[in-house]
């Protein structure tokens, strides 16, 4: 039901097909009160393309549209056909402390109203609660999600409890983990944002994001403010739900990805979004309490969505650290929980891809807490020879000056016999050291290596974007011969060969073993169990990911064995 | 022609007035093709609320539309009302070196065309040109400046030249600064834009920021990137003209606040605008060729505008160092010229407002060039007593733990007397050390300390949103009698005497002298000639601009000393 189809840190750009229905994630659900929406469901599809929403299953069960539900079906009473969520009345219980319906009553009635995905009634813990308090809850917590198994039909959230111990959280993920759930949303997490407490918050997340199933989509729940979601994503959330866009808009409030501001206290509208450039904070002062909420709430949700695409978009060229970094300069507090990264660092650094379309930007000196610093060193630390001073990653090979992640204008690299040496042991290890020693090296336009032959045959290319070598099945045969098992290799199960040698891409699930050294968008060699070649391809997973996807593709086969001489 | 409303670092939001029509700056004017515009001016004004174009005067003057421009006049060719500037054919001989065309016939057709700003026909330096040849188009370019004034008829561009060299920048804004022009643009910046020399161009923005007359605005010529606005704005740039939106939209480029991506990379929108929030980067790749460029031309001016708005609204709350600290980090060599600040620091100072609406926010290691960290050095060193250690301002006594900019939640302030006396220290400087003495506390209803009385009377008001004092006419007086002239003190004319004992605002162009030492958005004592105190209020204005500028307010009086004894 879930894949990967780009990487950025923790961060993915996911589909999630839910009932024959397709959201691409990162997804933001607006909430929508079912018993009187801001924006209309039809609305927040067609003007704001929502794939998705969210709505509260315990307030319909509570009120006169219970049997209308049930009847004619959720879909049908919200007029939305793409993907309903719906909670459990979780929230009314952290908020009232008491609610009056049972875990299997509203399991049971979510089932009933054909929620695409139902939540069962678990216990949000608060921040400030007890150890103790924490522990009990979090134990009614997972008995219900036990019995929510045994009356489990469709996709259900199992939902993370434990408050800010570190510890219950991790138990809770571990035991969700082994239960058969699609969704897992991390809950209670509402109050570390009111309180702008974003160090425990993030620690919270990338725990959870440590225990839990690497397949299955984790949802924010409560977190739909701008400010806080490229940091979200890059720490592996895939879904968000938003009521802050109605509840902001009520208190007068306007969201932008650099934080809340109260509408009188603006003077200009500092975005450009369809509200935003039609009219003027002098005009909305202007209108009636409705209208302004109207206004409020379509400026509210444009500016979230909006910031999503940046994020997507930011996933796609691989620049999610760099407006990671940019965007919490938004908060000192924002700011200060990025020292967090570094404590889940050797985590991060497993699914962090290997290059990016993208050069790598110095943002200031939290660049250095990416993991990449640490795994490059360990890269370059074979590669001897004349270094420069890279601002990032310290004493750098010349060899390297034109490759990701140490691209850069001010080193001209004069010793290619060396640079090609070098940049095939960083890319492929000391093994492959001499991969292109007889190739002969023909040039691009710009004078810059980009083609290398041996016997005539096309071996690589060297790719301008990244300075990283794309290797022909030639190529890949050299390199298979030089570089041992099972270095290098995705190992594709039998029913799969065939189609890998034809040129067709290899799927997760026909993956048997791999290389676990290997990175998302590497080069790598497909072989079959024996070790006979396959075929040539980019990984666009983790090896992590890999083992675990049961949907998408693993590798992008550029060529298999079968295929004619390339070219 | 211009005042200035609000301030933050060089940047300023001001009023300017031509020919009746008013323009808020900064302010961008789109280029106009006059023989053919992509999006007509009548559009630029209703839709995209541009209240100033530019366009080519040299064009109309050597095409068929001559005539009719020269009886028609150009607003009513363009069908436009609002400001309407002229380039003289410059930027033609900058690209094709030489031009049919005297300086005298440009200036006069561009008046007899009745353009509301013309420019005389100056010679742009590229960078790349030796000194020698760089001194000799400045003396051809100010001759010409020379011939124009004897022509000039309206409002008139003074054109700053000189190539990469800032002395022969200075000499040009000294020449010109004596002569009578308008408005200053800062010429030939674009070959530094194009190449992303963002070092050069803030030292040559800088350098002629200094020796340009403060009261006239600054047109940095060529310049529409939304990347370099809100920077270029810190520094005090007040018109900026945007061909960028056309041209990048011809070669399928995208602009964003931080940087231009080509369409082809894009998967998503990273913007809200109308253009993009209605559509997707696959759909418009399905477009002709020529609705994509109306696609971007639009999306590239609703993006522009918006990144302008952002930074108004950020002047207008005092936030504009932060906007600026998080969008260098969009490119490395944008981050990297920002260190050119620091050489600018004491001037940069001078301008700077002593207080803001928003906290001050530390976003890195950058933060420690804003000249506001030098400035609350010194004006803190007098104050003696526990300190608490501040990232950005090092040691800072524990009793300015709430006041701008040292604001902090991390530390609770107890000893109440010792927080009055050294807020009063820090605001009012050592003499005024006694002023509320013997005041008696009132408190708010959170706590804190809100108002100081002293026999009855109500001296102060702590204002809770940046931790300082606003006087009463009360405190006024003992402010008065305790700090000796020309300390706190903004003299007033005999003329506008009875204006502000009456409580009226005080214009630059009543101010006889004032205390130099002091900065925007202080508290200050408006006396009269002979030292007589005569109101109390908020300065506006840097002490530099209240003597240069003819219009505008210098202080914003709260009280006068006819007015009816403080409530």
């Known amino acids: 039901m879930f894949e990967i189809r780009a990487k950025d840190g923790l961060g993915r750009i996911g589909r999630l097909e839910i009932h024959g229905k397709v959201v691409e994630t990162p997804a933001l659900m607006p909430v929508i009160n079912p018993k009187k929406a801001e924006i209309a469901p039809r609305e927040m599809q067609e003007k704001f393309k929502a794939q998705m929403i969210i709505t509260n299953a315990y307030i319909i069960y509570e009120s006169s549209l219970r049997e209308e539900a ?116 991390l809950g209670a997490v509402v109050p570390f944002l009111l309180k702008y407490s974003f160090t425990p918050l993030l620690d919270i997340i990338l725990t959870c994001k440590k225990h839990l199933p690497v397949e299955r989509p984790v949802h924010l729940f409560g977190a739909g403010h701008p400010l806080l979601l490229p940091l979200a994503v890059l720490c592996g959330c895939d879904l968000f739900d938003s009521a802050a866009y109605i509840l902001y808009a009520k208190g007068n409030r306007y969201l932008t990805p650099s934080g809340t501001r109260n509408l009188e206290d603006l003077l200009y509208f500092p975005c450009e979004c369809p509200e935003c450039s039609r009219t003027d904070p002098e005009t909305v002062s202007g209108l009636s309490s409705q209208e302004k909420i109207a206004f409020l709430t379509r400026h509210n949700l444009y500016s979230t969505f909006g910031e999503l695409r940046r994020i997507k978009q930011a996933i796609h060229e691989g620049s999610l650290w760099e407006l990671v970094e940019s965007r919490i300069r938004s908060h000192p507090n924002l700011l200060e929980s990025y020292h967090v990264i570094k404590k889940y660092s050797d985590f991060i650094e497993t699914s962090e891809p290997f290059t990016k379309r993208s050069g790598f930007f110095y943002t200031g000196a939290e660049t250095k807490f990416r993991p990449v610093v640490a795994r490059s060193a360990s890269r370059i630390a074979p590669i001897p020879g004349e270094t420069f001073e890279h601002p990032v990653f310290g004493k750098v090979p010349v060899s390297l000056s034109q490759t990701y992640p140490f691209h850069t204008d001010e080193v001209v690299c004069m010793a290619e016999k060396n640079m090609i040496r070098d940049i095939t042991v960083y890319q492929f290890g000391v093994e492959a050291a001499s991969l292109f020693e007889k190739a002969k090296v023909s040039y691009g336009r710009t004078g810059k290596v980009r083609h290398l032959h041996e016997d005539g045959c096309l071996l690589a290319t060297l790719r301008p974007m990244d300075g990283l070598f794309v290797l022909t099945l030639e190529g890949a045969r050299k390199l298979h011969s030089l570089v041992t098992a099972p270095r290098r290799r995705v190992v594709a199960d039998e029913e799969a060969v065939p189609f890998v040698k034809d040129g067709k891409d290899l799927f997760s699930r026909f993956v048997l073993t791999m290389d676990e050294a290997l990175r998302a968008y590497e080069e790598v060699l497909i072989t079959d169990g024996d070790d006979i070649l396959l075929g040539v391809g980019r990984l666009v997973l983790s090896p992590k990911e890999v083992q675990a996807f049961k949907r998408g593709v693993a590798v992008y086969c550029r060529r298999g064995a079968d295929a004619i001489r390339d070219p």
């Open 70 to 185: 049930a009847s004619r079906g959720i879909h049908e009473l919200l007029d939305f056909d793409g993907v309903i969520a719906t909670d459990s009345g979780s929230f009314q219980l952290m908020n009232y402390g008491n609610i009056t319906v049972t875990n299997q009553e509203i399991v049971e009635f979510q089932q009933a109203i054909k929620s695409d995905i139902s939540t069962f009634l678990d216990i949000p813990t608060t921040p400030n609660c007890t150890y103790e308090k924490a522990l009990t809850d979090l134990e009614v917590t997972l008995e219900r999600a036990r019995e929510a198994q045994t009356l489990k039909k469709g996709f259900m959230n199992g939902t993370v409890q434990g408050g800010r111990f570190l510890d219950l959280r991790e138990r809770a993920c571990k035991e969700l983990a082994a239960m058969d759930f699609e969704i897992h949303p």
